[in-house]
């Protein structure tokens, strides 16, 4: 996308070899962003009594929800925001629950576009070729893009609808050393469990079978024997791949009954062009519409989730859409750099790195988000290190910490179903750990300099 005729959007660019992203008011930077800054993590039954009297009693409405409009949580968000400068962070990242107008001109964010409500799985995943679905896309781009458009300190666009790209469990299972008690433990195996129910790679992607499954006259189906018109010269040949009889394309299309394919190779072929298929009218109905209200601001897109392994051809596919690619991966540096490097290969563009983070597990949560550590001293030296490396990366443009308040057991949020094992900067009081946050000021101030440098500056 050529941002050139707009003087005043953030924008990416690469001098000598190297990508930033490009402020017109204060030239090149990096994002330095915080996830899950949630007023919901003020009113667990741990500390509501001592935030409502810390901010004031406004902080809440008679239902016991967060008032975002607010002195109270204006005072608790600009604290938030004075915490962030102290600590050398620019931006709101993208999984926050806060009303984007209440951020500061001063830090930069990204705006949520979500098409559905909760949570899309594969077997209901729409169907992205309708008529339907192309005026929900619509709806959802003109509401975010109008109220957006004009921030200048908006970095871009980023989705909230697809599913993972690729099957399979965690490819980064916690460190048992960090599991200090037996619920830990029986958490950790349950979570190994639901991993190996989803290591199954089955010939034909689940998101593939749905559309399969369609009635002859969706649009989806239709587009499921289109991709088998091309990829066949006769509807037998199709049909014995898959194990159903048909002696017409238009008994492929009324089929809705698919045993397992009796070809799994033939088959696996064609559920990867057909994923292709889909990713590429998700993206071209978002950028399209997107375009046609804000030509200019970053597309990001779905945040590609590199726990889990991505397949190349797809990578390829969000790249031809996006302005830069939106990634998270809870590991060390040397376990994601190989698909950083091949993601940069494949589609020539920066990497934003949208959410991520090294935990302890504090006594009061059975879980914790991130990369495990024994120690909150560890979780600084550690971030120190792990940024330093990263943006030694000359294609890498920012990094989110998953995390700003520490969640326990007993904390809701509508925003965040996980929230009660969130790993933060700050306790529940909102006390920083001198040991972790030191190291990561200095990393976060360090940081441009390492990029320049490909890491080799002395600070």
């Not at 968000?77 to 962070?89: G, I, K, P, Q």
Request: glycine letters at 8%; one cysteine or more; charged letters at 20%.
């Amino acid at each position: 996308m050529d941002h050139s005729a707009d003087h005043s959007c953030i924008t990416v660019n690469c001098r000598e070899g190297i990508w930033w992203l490009h402020d017109p008011r204060k030239g090149d930077f990096l994002s330095l962003g915080i996830n899950h800054v949630d007023p919901y993590f003020l009113l667990g039954p741990y500390n509501k009594a001592h935030f409502l009297s810390v901010y004031g009693q406004d902080l809440i409405n008679e239902r016991g929800e967060p008032q975002t409009e607010s002195r109270a949580f204006h005072a608790w968000l600009r604290n938030v925001e004075a915490n962030m400068r102290s600590w050398n962070f620019n931006t709101f990242g993208y999984h926050n629950c806060l009303p984007r107008s209440a951020v500061s001109d001063h830090f930069y964010y990204i705006a949520q576009i979500k098409v559905l409500p909760g949570i899309i799985e594969f077997s209901d995943f729409p169907d992205v070729f309708s008529g339907a679905f192309a005026q929900e896309v619509r709806s959802a781009v003109q509401r975010v893009c109008m109220a957006h458009k004009d921030r200048k300190n908006l970095i871009g666009y980023g989705f909230m609808d697809m599913p993972a790209l690729s099957l399979g469990g965690s490819r980064f299972p916690p460190s048992q050393d960090c599991l200090h008690n037996r619920s830990q433990r029986i958490f950790a195996h349950k979570l190994s469990e639901k991993n190996e129910r989803y290591l199954a790679d089955p010939p034909v992607h689940p998101c593939v079978q749905r559309y399969m499954r369609l009635p002859g006259h969706a649009p989806g189906k239709q587009a499921w024997v289109h991709l088998l018109q091309t990829l066949y010269s006769q509807p037998e040949d199709a049909g014995k791949v898959y194990g159903v009889s048909s002696s017409t394309w238009e008994e492929i299309a009324v089929t809705t009954d698919w045993p397992c394919p009796p070809s799994p190779d033939r088959a696996r072929r064609d559920s990867s062009a057909m994923l292709a298929c889909i990713y590429d009218t998700y993206y071209s109905l978002h950028c399209r519409e997107i375009r046609r209200i804000d030509p200019f601001h970053l597309i990001l897109g779905d945040k590609l989730n590199g726990n889990l392994t991505l397949p190349h051809h797809l990578v390829e596919t969000v790249g031809r859409h996006v302005d830069a690619i939106f990634y998270e991966c809870f590991s060390t540096f040397g376990e994601q750099a190989e698909e950083l490097e091949m993601i940069h290969r494949i589609t020539g563009k920066p990497i934003l790195m949208g959410d991520s983070s090294f935990a302890v597990i504090s006594p009061n949560q059975i879980f914790s988000r991130g990369t495990l550590l024994p120690s909150r001293e560890l979780i600084g030296k550690t971030y120190y290190h792990y940024l330093r490396q990263l943006f030694s990366l000359p294609y890498v443009i920012g990094w989110a910490n998953c995390g700003y308040m520490e969640g326990w057991e007993g904390l809701n949020s509508p925003c965040d179903p996980f929230c009660s094992m969130q790993s933060g900067l700050v306790d529940p009081y909102e006390r920083a750990w001198p040991e972790t946050i030191g190291p990561i000021s200095q990393a976060n101030a360090a940081s441009a300099n390492w990029h320049r440098t490909g890491g080799d500056c002395v600070e």
